[in-house]
Protein backbone atom coordinates (compact mmCIF):
# COMPACT_ATOMS: atom_id res chain seq x y z
CA UNK A 1 0.00 0.00 0.00
CA UNK A 2 1.06 3.30 -0.81
CA UNK A 3 1.71 5.76 2.12
CA UNK A 4 -1.29 7.72 1.55
CA UNK A 5 -3.29 5.22 1.33
CA UNK A 6 -1.90 4.49 5.05
CA UNK A 7 -2.72 7.61 5.89
CA UNK A 8 -6.06 8.05 4.84
CA UNK A 9 -6.68 4.96 7.03
CA UNK A 10 -5.50 6.47 9.86
CA UNK A 11 -7.76 9.94 8.87
CA UNK A 12 -10.65 7.90 8.74
CA UNK A 13 -9.76 6.21 12.25
CA UNK A 14 -9.46 9.23 14.04
CA UNK A 15 -12.62 10.61 12.39
CA UNK A 16 -14.53 7.32 13.71
CA UNK A 17 -12.92 8.11 17.25
CA UNK A 18 -14.16 11.49 17.94
CA UNK A 19 -17.64 10.75 18.45
CA UNK A 20 -17.76 8.40 21.19
CA UNK A 21 -14.64 10.42 22.37
CA UNK A 22 -16.72 13.59 22.88
CA UNK A 23 -19.91 12.45 22.96
CA UNK A 24 -20.40 8.95 24.43
CA UNK A 25 -23.72 9.36 25.32
CA UNK A 26 -24.66 10.86 21.61
CA UNK A 27 -22.92 7.89 20.53
CA UNK A 28 -24.67 5.69 22.08
CA UNK A 29 -28.29 7.17 21.32
CA UNK A 30 -27.20 6.77 17.40
CA UNK A 31 -25.72 3.45 17.76
CA UNK A 32 -28.82 2.30 18.96
CA UNK A 33 -31.15 3.97 16.26
CA UNK A 34 -28.87 2.38 13.94
CA UNK A 35 -29.93 -1.11 15.27
CA UNK A 36 -33.42 -0.49 14.95
CA UNK A 37 -32.76 0.63 11.24
CA UNK A 38 -33.70 -2.43 8.46
CA UNK A 39 -31.14 -3.38 6.01
CA UNK A 40 -32.07 -1.76 3.32
CA UNK A 41 -32.14 1.56 4.75
CA UNK A 42 -28.68 0.99 6.39
CA UNK A 43 -27.49 0.10 2.86
CA UNK A 44 -29.03 3.31 1.63
CA UNK A 45 -27.09 5.34 4.23
CA UNK A 46 -23.80 3.54 3.43
CA UNK A 47 -24.20 4.25 -0.42
CA UNK A 48 -25.55 7.78 0.09
CA UNK A 49 -22.07 8.52 2.56
CA UNK A 50 -20.08 6.55 -0.09
CA UNK A 51 -21.09 8.59 -3.14
CA UNK A 52 -20.76 11.84 -0.73
CA UNK A 53 -17.16 10.19 0.13
CA UNK A 54 -16.14 9.89 -3.29
CA UNK A 55 -17.91 13.27 -4.57
CA UNK A 56 -15.27 14.83 -2.13
CA UNK A 57 -12.33 13.52 -3.35
CA UNK A 58 -13.40 14.53 -6.86
CA UNK A 59 -13.84 18.02 -5.97
CA UNK A 60 -10.23 18.12 -3.85
CA UNK A 61 -8.26 16.75 -6.53
Not at 45 to 60: C, D, E, K
Request: avoid cysteine.
Amino acid sequence: MSEEWLIAMGLVLVLEGLIPTLAPKAWKKIVMEMSMKTDSQLRITGLVLMMVGLGWIFVIS
